[in-house]
């Protein structure tokens, strides 16, 4: 769906902003909401382009730079610090070879950092786009990473 | 053909994240090869609680429990199990200290001491299946209050059950329902608070993915008490499966006329909408969580007024959190007696407790009201790994406080706890091994804390922030011991002066790790001595 489309799908009430935000994102390769976006998004819910940025700037799901297909999200919550998130985080920028907040060169991955996944019972864990995973060891990391890089290829 | 097998397969997010739907898969396909496939019925359940032994299966009707399942596993319970009748024996939980194997899920002692109210269909049913619900009773709640029950009644039964909010301030949640059914303002909404941030906590979680129609059933029933025809979900963003498990239940009760108009046929409305968050935790606080409904940023505003005087667009609004209204069917079913009847003198009913960290059998418990730390820990948490002794345990999250070792026989209610300087929260409870630096652990608590700061109020944004730079000074060595009076004297001034319960409460973490491990900030200071052996580490 493009941002015509999916701005068609909603009411233009101020109430639908996080939908239509989530939505638009969501469609892009880049996985970012771009300028042309949030001017886009303040006409037709007929609110200020400040108000759209405002927004689109404070919950952290949102982005206003270009990432990655994937988003790796790594939960650096207490609980999973506790039970060496730090370690795996740091795995994680090794193995990628990105900072917090960046995307891998060939765009592949950002790596970004949670609040709480809500499944520290399985910490240390992570989430890439929708998908939970747990008990996470540098082994496991490898695993997965590939299984991503192969997906692509393959 | 008639199937002579169920699978309950569990498919909460955590046993998903550890490899259950790999299982799954190879499962199905072992079915076929040996053509067995429609002897078999596979159910895949909400949470059955005890994560640690991730992915879990329960064949019935046997009742065999079998844990940490992986793919090539599935070979063997299609070929020993089900065809042959045959249990398989290295894949049954094996008791910690007796060796003795159990068979039955019922047997292990991390289900014998739970009481589950909550979480009475997580596990057992199809989360969405409408049919399995009913056949649990489900609905059998709403059609009583709308047939036989005035809206007065309905909350003159949950005041008279005892019930208190669930999601941290335990408010008495029926003196909660009858303030917005006597405000006036014409329309008015029910919302329930699905955002669940507290890390520790994730029992909104499996209800939402385990048992949605249950929280569906008690907003409606909400709704007709407080005279609401409008209700909102709001669930965070990171929980995606519990979106999309809660939007299929949602379209279902639509088509079953179990929302919408002239519900069962009686003169009353109920609409019922998702909204998803997008990554802030402060939208937790109610105030800033209906401001995430409306569109706006998710900041919080001064109360009063209160949200059942003026809330969601201006209007009246009863906002509970999820385990809250999880309690309600079961309340209008079996009566305020019975539940009043479970927990203490004024902490009824039960509580779902979210165990983590160093602890054998991590996962959802829930359990009577003012049972002991003790009895989470050892009976039902099975211990700490390795046998390491037992520090503290974190309860509250980031909101919450400490409860040391000696403390450790302290009944888990709402009185209880306080009196020891912290809260029971959302029920988050990370337990904590000699292994851990309480410096540390206070340092991440309010590292949390900052970060998710909103920055409306000073005393938060700033307030955490200075907090935050004295306590990396003590875990570096390099503070002073007249800062640690800075130390709380920050921490009260916060939590008089900020704006929303979670600034209020964020300086928590630290003023109940200085009061019962002073001397551990101490030696931090004056000894640049870490017992733990966590800080003054070399980088590497």
Known sequence: MNREEILKKYEPTRENLLYILHDIQDSKNEKYLSEEDLVAVSRYLKISRSEVVGVATFYTMFSVKKRGQHIIRVCVSPPCQLMGGNTIFNYLRKTLGVKEGETTSDNMFTLESSSCLGVCAVAPAMMIDDQMFGNLTPEKIDEIITRYREKKNG | ?540
């Open chain 2, 1 to 540: 053909m008639a199937k002579i097998y169920n699978l309950l397969l569990c498919a909460g997010a955590s046993c998903i994240s550890s490899g259950g739907y790999s299982f799954r898969d190879k499962l199905v396909e072992e079915l076929k090869k040996h053509n067995i496939e429609n002897m078999v019925n596979i159910v895949e359940t909400g949470c059955v609680g005890i994560c640690e032994l991730g992915p879990v299966v329960i064949v019935y009707p046997d009742g065999v429990f079998y844990k940490k399942l992986k793919p090539e596993d599935a070979k063997d319970i299609v070929e020993e199990h089900l065809l042959k009748g045959r249990v398989v024996g290295r894949l049954l939980y094996k008791e910690k200290d007796s060796e003795k194997i159990v068979q039955q899920a019922s047997q292990i002692p991390f289900f014998q001491k739970q009481l589950k109210i909550v979480l009475r269909n997580c596990g057992i049913i199809n989360p969405e299946s409408l049919e399995e619900y009913i056949g649990k009773d489900g609905y059998s709640a709403l059609a009583k209050v709308l047939t036989e029950m005035k809206p007065e009644d309905v909350i003159k039964e949950i005041k008279d059950s005892g019930l208190r909010g669930r999601g941290g301030a335990g408010f008495p949640t029926g003196l909660k329902w009858e303030l917005v059914r006597n405000s006036k303002g014409g329309e008015k909404y029910v919302i329930c608070n699905a955002d669940e941030g507290d890390p520790g906590a994730f029992m909104d979680r499996s209800v939402l993915e385990g048992d949605p129609f249950s929280v569906i059933e008690a907003m409606t029933i909400a709704g007709y008490a407080v005279g609401a025809k409008q209700g909102y979900i709001y669930v965070r963003a990171e929980y995606p499966l519990a979106i999309k498990r809660l939007r299929s239940a949602i379209k279902k009760a639509y088509e079953e006329n179990l929302l919408g108009k002239n519900i069962f046929g009686q003169n009353f409305d109920f609409d019922l909408e998702i909204r998803v968050g997008a990554g802030a935790f402060v939208c937790g606080e109610e105030t800033a969580l209906m401001h995430s409904v409306e569109g706006q940023r998710g900041t919080p505003s001064p109360k009063p007024p209160f949200p059942a005087d003026r809330g969601l667009f201006g209007k009246p609004t009863l906002i509970n959190n999820v385990e809250t209204y999880a309690n309600v069917c079961q309340i209008i079913l079996k009566g305020s007696k019975w539940f009043s009847s479970i927990g203490t003198e004024k902490s009824k009913g039960t509580k779902v407790f979210a165990l983590a960290g160093a602890i054998n059998n991590t996962g959802l418990v829930e359990v009577p009201m003012g049972t002991t730390l003790k009895e989470m820990v050892y009976e039902i948490g099975g211990g700490l790994p390795n046998d390491k002794k037992f520090k503290a345990a974190q309860i509250g999250g980031p909101s919450g406080g400490c409860i040391p070792e000696e403390y450790i026989d302290t009944p888990l209610d709402y009185e209880s706890v306080k009196k020891l300087g912290t809260i029971i929260g959302s029920g988050g409870l990370i337990v904590m091994s000699e292994d851990t630096c309480m410096v540390d652990l206070a340092k991440y608590f309010l590292e949390f804390t900052q970060d998710e700061s909103c920055g409306k109020c000073p005393s938060c944004r700033i307030g955490t922030k200075k907090m935050l730079e004295i306590l990396n000074r003590i875990s570096k060595g390099r503070a002073k011991v007249e800062e640690l009076d800075l130390l709380i004297h920050l921490g009260e001034q916060i939590s008089k002066t900020a704006l929303c319960g979670l600034g209020q409460t964020a300086p928590n973490p630290v003023l109940s790790t200085l009061k019962y491990f002073k001397d551990e900030y101490l030696e931090h200071i004056n000894e640049k001595k870490c017992r733990a052996g966590v800080c003054f580490k070399k980088k590497k």
